[in-house]
């Protein structure tokens, strides 16, 4: 079973989590399941998984599926992911390929989950070291977000979350305003940043489910981000790679000509906040030639070119590089640090 829509609710306290939870099967992790334990005493089942990335396997969906299927759900039960993404990207997959198919609920509960993972339907797990391998696009029939469960959320994970914030900031003009709200206002309340985020990423994967046009434009950062990731051996979080992409993606498109040096200019004054100067650094550490041959296995790549999303002023385009041309231009950016 699939829905063509998904019911995303934004509020504080978990009302309609609650209610979600109430006789379900609920998939979690064992820091959620602490956490949050009360709410889900009126569940039917809670499987309950370790926490982190590590549980985004073929092994583990196995362990879920076989807990579902000893719970006899069948093709009319549903699969409730309550949890950051690794929970809402396992449980996904799992609800998309039991019996076929059948409907599930997204109860997002980091920060990353809540604006960028629980919205869009992008469903998987991590294979032979690559991530998000094996998936399917299967959307949950409703996504339930609420900000009070960021409350217990670790900084590194709030760090995490704001570098897919700031890259929807550059994406689009409200969430712009929003972000700089945040972070003038002392970077109190999340509930205006997701909201905005989340329905920023709702109305472009509605307009485009499958990722054939529009969609790609959320891939803004992640290229060279990734890239930085899988070099650094992700000792940082998934987010402040993506902020640390986003940099080096405007100073490469800025060298390519895509890019004016003014929208470059205003691309670093806004994602300065998160990262500073120092961290900057890290990209030394690194040679272009590395930074690109790790780029190449990218899924998002074409006819064995890389891809990289410019965004000048909330109008994004797409152009490809070869594996020798990212790293010239990656090594001359470099140098201007
Ligand atoms: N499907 C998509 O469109 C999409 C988009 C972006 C990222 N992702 C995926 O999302 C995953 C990362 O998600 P994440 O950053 O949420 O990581 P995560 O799910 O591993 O959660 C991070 C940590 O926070 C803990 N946690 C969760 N909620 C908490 C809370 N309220 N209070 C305290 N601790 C809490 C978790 O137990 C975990 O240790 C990656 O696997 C990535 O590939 C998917």
């Not at 009126?42 to 982190?52: E, F, I, L, R, S």
């Not at 807990?67 to 549903?78: C, F, H, Q, V």
Request: aromatic share 8%; net charge neutral; charged share 25%.
């Amino acid at each position: 079973m699939s829905v063509e829509k998904s019911t995303v609710t934004i509020e504080r306290a978990p009302i309609n989590a609650a209610k979600a939870f109430d006789g379900g099967f609920v998939l979690t992790d064992d820091n959620v399941a602490r956490l949050y334990g009360d709410l889900l005493k009126t569940a039917a089942k809670v499987c309950v998984v370790p926490h982190g990335e590590d549980s985004k396997t073929l092994q583990t969906a196995e362990t879920v599926l076989r807990e579902m299927a000893a719970a006899r759900l069948d093709r009319k039960s549903r699969l409730i992911a309550f949890g950051g993404g690794v929970v809402g990207d396992l449980g996904g997959f799992c609800a998309a390929v039991y019996m076929r198919g059948i409907n599930w609920i997204n109860v997002p509960t980091t920060l990353l989950a809540q604006l960028d993972s629980s919205i869009g339907g992008k469903t998987g797990v991590d294979l032979t070291g690559y991530k998000n391998m094996v998936g399917a696009f299967h959307l949950p029939e409703s996504v339930h977000i609420c900000t009070d469960f960021l409350n217990t959320l670790p900084e590194r994970e709030i760090a995490c979350g704001l570098g897919e914030a700031v890259k929807t900031a550059l994406l689009d003009e409200n969430c712009m305003n929003v972000w700089t709200r945040y972070i003038d206002g002392g970077r109190k309340d999340f509930f205006a940043l997701v909201e905005s985020c989340a329905r920023f990423k709702e109305s472009v994967t509605n307009a485009d489910f499958k990722e054939s046009g529009r969609r790609k434009i959320l891939n803004l950062g992640h290229t060279l981000g990734h890239a930085l990731e899988y070099a650094d051996g992700h000792k940082r979080s998934h987010g402040e790679y993506v902020a640390l992409g986003i940099l080096a993606e405007a100073g490469v498109s800025a060298g390519r000509g895509m890019l004016s040096e003014d929208s470059r200019k205003y691309i670093e004054e806004k994602v300065s906040p998160l990262i500073g100067d120092g961290k900057k650094s890290l990209w030394t550490k690194f040679s272009g030639a590395e930074i690109a041959r790790a780029a190449m296995a990218d899924k998002k790549n074409s006819d064995g070119k890389i891809s990289i999303v410019v965004s000048e002023r909330f109008r994004q385009t797409e152009y490809f590089l070869s594996e020798e041309e990212l790293a010239a231009e990656t090594e001359k950016w470099k140098s201007s640090l």
